[in-house]
């Protein structure tokens, strides 16, 4: 289990370093901010959207690397998937780091690196950020995202 564990540690330790879909999409149809007061993680996400369908995402921001990690898995998983299928990645994710028994751990894919986070409960925070943010991009909610 350990050699699970460490090629865990070492993912999020790459997508951390070098993120994947960062940087700003000058295209986005939509943006939306988030802010985690506890460790000052700072996540802009930028999202193309066409027919409830996810073209093309982005973020920026700076942070852990659990918080940009997770940020950088989550663009991955998410392009190509309808709003909907983004929407239940959400639900799925949150559930795996909070601890809680996944129903299908199949739909989270790479996702599942984050299954140790649930262990540290600050940690938790940095992992949902971007997440949150997407959730409220998705709902359209127009208030600050922040994991307080």
Request: aromatic share 8%; glycine share 8%; proline share 3%.
């Amino acid at each position: 289990m350990s050699e699970l564990r460490e090629l865990y540690q070492e993912m999020i330790l790459d997508h951390g370093r070098h993120p994947r879909n960062f940087g700003v999409l000058p295209h986005a149809n939509y943006h939306k901010e988030g802010f985690n007061p506890l460790c000052g993680d700072k996540i802009s996400l930028y999202l193309c959207e066409k027919a409830g369908v996810v073209e093309d995402v982005g973020f920026d921001g700076c942070g852990c690397a659990i918080s940009m990690a997770s940020a950088s898995l989550m663009t991955e998983a998410i392009k190509g998937k309808t709003t909907q299928e983004a929407a239940r990645l959400f639900t799925d994710f949150h559930v795996l780091v909070t601890g809680l028994p996944v129903e299908d751990m199949t739909r989270l894919g790479k996702l599942v690196v984050f299954s140790g986070v649930a262990a540290y409960p600050v940690r938790v925070k940095c992992a949902i950020l971007a997440w949150h943010v997407l959730q409220a991009l998705l709902k359209n909610d127009a208030a600050t995202v922040s994991t307080e």
